[in-house]
């Protein structure tokens, strides 16, 4: 009996506090500020240097360039930028090594799929990748 009321006194006294629980697809959830998610790319900062790709511990990242066609400029045009998100584990290790800031984190993690083929995602997708930016990469 003795125990029955220490239960009944412990929900008792859990009902009247505030709610732990978020109301999650109408409400987004508050991230901290270093929140890793997924990468936001900018094509147009790439030098093709290939640190993010040596750097990945994982081995996700595919990069590929070509010379520049006008012979004046010096240095690569890229041609593609992929990331296999399947194995990707967000470790922030290509965004820290990039001299350009090409690749840079965002506060968005929602990548649910129904086939990991499409958890691949190229230069485009990654291009547009403009959702939920840290606070510290909004320019």
Same mark, same amino acid.
Request: net charge neutral; with cysteine.
């Given at each position: 009996?003795?125990?029955?009321? *220490?239960?009944?006194?412990?929900?008792?006294?859990?009902?009247?506090?505030? *709610?732990?629980? !978020? #109301?999650?697809?109408?409400?987004?959830?508050?991230?901290?500020?270093?929140?890793?998610? +997924?990468?936001?790319? !900018?094509?147009?900062?790439?030098?093709?240097?290939?640190?993010?790709?040596?750097?990945?511990?994982?081995?996700? +990242?595919?990069?590929?360039?070509?010379?520049?066609?006008?012979?004046?400029?010096?240095? *690569? =045009? =890229?041609?593609?930028? #992929?990331?296999?998100?399947?194995?990707?584990?967000?470790?922030?290790?290509?965004?820290?090594?990039?001299?350009?800031?090409?690749? +840079?984190?965002?506060?968005?993690?929602?990548?649910?799929? !129904?086939?990991?083929?499409?958890?691949?995602?190229?230069?485009?997708?990654?291009?547009?990748?403009?959702?939920?930016?840290?606070?510290?990469?909004?320019?």
């Amino acid at each position: 009996m003795l125990g029955l009321a *220490k239960g009944l006194t412990y929900t008792l006294k859990n009902l009247t506090k505030k *709610k732990l629980t !978020y #109301d999650y697809p109408n409400e987004p959830l508050p991230l901290p500020d270093r929140f890793r998610g +997924i990468q936001k790319f !900018y094509p147009e900062k790439c030098i093709v240097c290939n640190q993010c790709a040596n750097i990945c511990p994982t081995d996700c +990242i595919t990069l590929t360039g070509k010379k520049h066609p006008d012979p004046k400029k010096r240095g *690569k =045009i =890229i041609e593609t930028y #992929d990331i296999n998100f399947e194995i990707c584990i967000l470790c922030d290790l290509c965004t820290e090594v990039c001299p350009t800031e090409a690749i +840079i984190m965002t506060n968005n993690f929602e990548l649910a799929e !129904y086939s990991r083929d499409e958890l691949f995602k190229d230069l485009q997708w990654l291009d547009e990748n403009d959702q939920n930016l840290r606070k510290e990469n909004k320019a």
